[in-house]
């Protein structure tokens, strides 16, 4: 019996193409670069603060960018693994990491019912700039995750997107915060944190249409 060639079939295979395999390296790098350059854009817009820089700044100033680094480091590693998912994958490291940044905003908090007067007599003019430059730094990695993400197939999106968001903006304030010379718990555990906060509603909830396949 002859069989009767299936131009469909044909016209399927001349439309394929060769796709390069996602390397988790590659992905790591790319969000490397675009940390490297908002702290670059932080320096020339802002100008980075010397004094934390040079190791003479109040121990929280290390503590607060140290655990927005690496709860932003964690996620960033966890959201480029899901572009390339596969059986038994498990992203735990972004919840403790993140677990462990927030003794930065409690502490905060606890210092801040503490002090006399209470939060009534707190008063932080550069609080809300903070918050808004931390949110404007975190556009560099959020694109570059995001770009990262839609070249691959993560599989739960609301997931992914929501440690886009913590990713992005805990790595975006830890880079900001090398410019500010404010350095008491209070300013950087409430103003230097409150962007990851926005950061994981916002990539819940917004990013998830950009990355459906």
């Known amino acids: 019996m002859e069989r009767v060639p299936n131009p469909l079939v044909g016209q399927l295979a001349n439309d394929l193409a060769p796709v ?3 390397k988790l390296r590659d992905g790591l ?3 490397v670069l675009a940390l490297v350059g908002t702290v670059l854009l932080v320096q020339l817009v802002e100008g980075l603060w010397m004094t934390g820089v040079y190791g003479h700044a109040s121990p ?3 503590i607060g960018n140290g655990l927005l680094l690496a709860s932003g480091a964690a996620a960033a590693v966890a959201v480029v693994s899901m572009a390339s998912p596969r059986v038994g994958n498990r992203y735990e490291g972004p ?3 993140m677990a462990t940044a927030a003794v930065l905003p409690v502490a905060a908090l606890v210092t801040l019912l503490a002090q006399p007067g209470g939060p009534a007599a707190y008063h932080d003019e550069h609080g809300i700039y903070c918050l808004v430059a931390g949110l404007v730094c975190s556009l560099l990695v959020t694109g570059a995750l995001v770009h990262w993400l839609r ?3 993560p599989v739960s999106i609301s997931t992914a997107g929501l440690l886009t968001g913590v990713a992005a903006t805990a ?3 830890a880079a900001y915060g090398l410019s500010c ?3 008491d718990v209070m300013h950087i555990g409430l103003w230097h944190a ?3 906060l926005v950061g994981a509603i916002a990539g819940r909830f917004l990013l998830p249409p950009l990355l459906k396949w």
Do not use: C, M, N
Request: zero cysteines.
């Open 171 to 173: 790595l975006g304030s």
């Open 95 to 97: 919840k403790w990491a």
């Open 20 to 22: 390069r395999t996602l």
């Open 194 to 196: 409150a962007p990851v």
């Open 60 to 62: 929280f100033f290390y």
């Open 151 to 153: 070249r691959g197939a």
């Open 181 to 183: 010379p404010i350095d």
């Open 29 to 31: 790098a790319l969000a």
